[in-house]
């Protein structure tokens, strides 16, 4: 496995939106690795997810994982190590709620976005296996920013109120403690 070059804002790769891969192609030794070293990037970068135009692949997968206590985000729940491909996003209603995001293509920079709050997501795992899940709250906006890069969208384009860019630093002199209320409330009522 090896750590990825993580492709920045700017770079047109980011902007464009990624194939759908077929199952023969999923399962070729080339996009299995592929999956690997997304995994090993997204980790060695501390971030909660990747997707692969972010390491310069325009192909529908991306990385999901938050272990506990995570460095960049401690505050969002834990979500098990998951490979999606294919993914497609479905709101279950109208309901949004602004959550303050990072990007690792975005270097020092948060903003906050309206994500929806619940979600049905289905996919295909590195094997092939289909999957169809609800995904709630911080947890399906973890999801929701990873399928935007698909579709080549970042996270500026959804800042509703460009007063709410901040590096990390003030964010967390200024702005962490209500936001990780206002996270920890959305757990309690969602649940992720
Ligand atoms: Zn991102």
Redesign the pocket.
Known sequence: MSVLKITKVGDPVLRQRCRELSLEELRSPEIQQLIDDMIETTRAAGGA???AN?VGETVRIAVAEVRPNHPRYPYKPPIPLTVFVNPVIEPLDDETVEINEG????PDLRGTVDRYLNVRVRYLDRDGTEHDEIKRGLTAGTFQ??VD?LDGI??LDRVRDPKTFTTWDEFNRHHRDAFVAHAEAIVARVGS
Do not use: P, T, V
């Open positions: 997810g990747i997707a972010q990007c690792l293509s975005i920013h990873e890069h970042l996270l």
